[in-house]
């Protein structure tokens, strides 16, 4: 658990164990609402077994990540700060891991200085499309009004798999837990930079291995006839989509994920 500070006013909080010899790093790359809790339970423990490492941090906006509330939290910025950490931890073979706009930030750095072995992008792949502003922009007003636990109500059923819909039912639904947020909170800023994201990525200019992974179960993202679409724009490129999974897979089911994640870094290390 530490501290990579930018200046007075902004820090990014992160969690690095590095890989054995030879091993490599595996850096984790949130989605809006994320945390760095995702993958340091179950996920960076089985990285460890096989002698890799990772990298989990939180975005500026995100927990325990002090930004200046004056900043406009842009993709721009997001990937200007993952470019900078990674430099920071001087890490070598990496392998950039992106949950949702998270993959978008990873890909992004590729062109912006960082060198990596591979890409993983996890119900990543989308267009740009009135149906796609519309939910962005909807869920940037929505958290005005009940926070990030109120999006995550509202999404749940139309992006997650019924056996994670029924392990987060207890806790879920409560207007207790629905706390508004001003412009200027960290989330709010971070959302609205999602609204305003431009989705024009030239995926086509990626020349690294990539591994795709999409869940059955998310029907908001995950528009088949785009994603075929795009993927083959993409040369070195393996998808896998999984049944059992929607939209949060390294959430939804660590172990499965892991599984993929981890025989993908395999095929790395062989080539």
Same mark, same amino acid.
């Given at each position: 658990?530490?501290?990579?500070?930018?200046?007075?006013?902004?820090?990014?909080?992160?969690?690095?164990?590095?890989?054995?010899?030879?091993?490599?790093?595996?850096?984790?790359?949130? +989605?809006?609402?994320?945390?760095?809790?995702?993958?340091? #339970?179950?996920?960076?423990?089985?990285?460890?077994?096989?002698?890799?490492?990772?990298? +989990?941090?939180?975005?500026?906006?995100?927990?325990?990540?002090?930004?200046?509330?004056?900043?406009?939290?842009?993709?721009?910025?997001?990937?200007?700060?993952?470019?900078?950490?990674?430099?920071?931890?001087?890490?070598?073979?990496?392998?950039?891991?992106?949950?949702?706009?998270?993959?978008?930030?990873? /890909?992004?750095?590729?062109?912006?200085?960082?060198? /990596?072995?591979? @890409?993983?992008?996890?119900?990543?792949?989308?267009?740009?499309?009135?149906?796609?502003?519309?939910?962005?922009?909807?869920?940037?007003? +929505?958290?005005?009004?009940?926070?990030?636990?109120?999006?995550?109500?509202?999404?749940?059923?139309?992006? +997650?798999?019924?056996?994670?819909?029924?392990?987060?039912?207890?806790? /879920?639904?409560?207007?207790?837990?629905?706390? #508004?947020?001003?412009?200027?909170?960290?989330?709010?800023?971070?959302?609205?930079?999602?609204?305003?994201?431009?989705?024009?990525?030239?995926?086509?200019?990626?020349?690294?291995?990539?591994?795709?992974?999409?869940?059955?179960?998310?029907?908001?993202?995950?528009?088949?006839?785009?994603?075929?679409?795009?993927?083959?724009?993409?040369?070195?490129?393996?998808?896998?989509?999984?049944?059992?999974?929607?939209? @949060?897979?390294?959430?939804?089911?660590?172990?499965?994920?892991?599984?993929?994640?981890?025989?993908?870094?395999?095929?790395?290390?062989?080539?």
């Amino acid at each position: 658990m530490s501290i990579f500070k930018i200046d007075d006013e902004n820090e990014i909080y992160y969690e690095y164990l590095p890989p054995k010899d030879g091993g490599c790093t595996c850096v984790f790359v949130n +989605a809006l609402t994320g945390d760095v809790s995702a993958w340091n #339970g179950s996920i960076g423990e089985n990285l460890i077994k096989n002698f890799d490492g990772y990298l +989990a941090y939180n975005f500026r906006g995100q927990a325990k990540s002090k930004f200046e509330p004056s900043l406009n939290l842009s993709a721009e910025l997001i990937v200007k700060d993952l470019v900078n950490l990674i430099n920071f931890l001087e890490l070598k073979n990496i392998v950039l891991v992106g949950l949702s706009v998270g993959g978008l930030y990873a /890909a992004m750095s590729l062109f912006d200085g960082v060198q /990596a072995k591979g @890409l993983v992008l996890i119900n990543t792949l989308r267009k740009p499309s009135e149906r796609l502003n519309w939910i962005n922009n909807a869920m940037a007003n +929505a958290v005005k009004f009940g926070g990030t636990q109120l999006i995550i109500d509202m999404t749940l059923p139309v992006i +997650a798999s019924p056996k994670f819909l029924s392990k987060m039912r207890e806790n /879920a639904l409560k207007y207790e837990n629905y706390l #508004g947020l001003d412009d200027y909170n960290g989330v709010s800023k971070l959302m609205h930079g999602g609204y305003t994201t431009n989705w024009n990525f030239d995926w086509s200019k990626l020349d690294l291995p990539v591994l795709i992974m999409t869940g059955h179960h998310d029907k908001v993202f995950r528009i088949e006839e785009d994603i075929n679409d795009l993927i083959k724009k993409i040369q070195n490129v393996r998808r896998i989509d999984i049944s059992e999974c929607g939209h @949060l897979i390294p959430l939804e089911d660590p172990e499965l994920f892991s599984y993929h994640l981890n025989g993908f870094i395999g095929s790395i290390k062989k080539q």
